[in-house]
């Protein structure tokens, strides 16, 4: 099992980024993907989750209206666009997976972001 994250960066204030999670070694489509932002000396917080066949989304309201969580079956993939990026979104970003009543889960090592001028 495999989730790779990328697309992360340096990026200034009001810009944009496309964070991506590959996904191999389990039925991709049957798992309710998030992702989570990581800071230093801070727990680890839910930004955004998509399910499975539905795609209902669902956002933390720190994010709401700037970013969008999408996914594509067939090629086992999420992504979060990061759109009017803010200083305190920096954080590593790190991409989760939940199967139907969490027996399994997964995660990413993450990919760093930084919002800065």
């Known amino acids: 099992v495999q989730l790779v994250e990328s697309g992360g960066g340096l990026v200034q204030p009001g810009g944009s980024l496309r964070l991506s999670c590959v996904a191999s070694?389990?039925?991709?489509?049957?798992?309710?993907m998030r992702w989570y932002q990581q800071v230093p000396g801070k727990e680890r917080e839910l930004v955004a989750s998509?399910?499975?066949?539905?795609?209902?989304?669902d956002y933390a309201d720190s994010v709401k209206g700037r970013f969008t969580i999408s996914r594509d079956n067939t090629k086992n993939m999420v992504f979060l666009q990061m759109n009017s990026l803010k200083p305190e979104d920096t954080a590593v970003y790190l991409c989760?997976?939940?199967?139907?009543?969490?027996?399994?889960?997964?995660w990413g090592q993450g990919t760093q972001v930084t919002v800065s001028s």
């Open positions: 989760n997976a939940r199967s139907l009543g969490g027996l399994y889960e997964y």
């Open positions: 070694g389990f039925t991709f489509s049957s798992y309710t």
């Open positions: 998509i399910t499975t066949t539905s795609g209902r989304t």
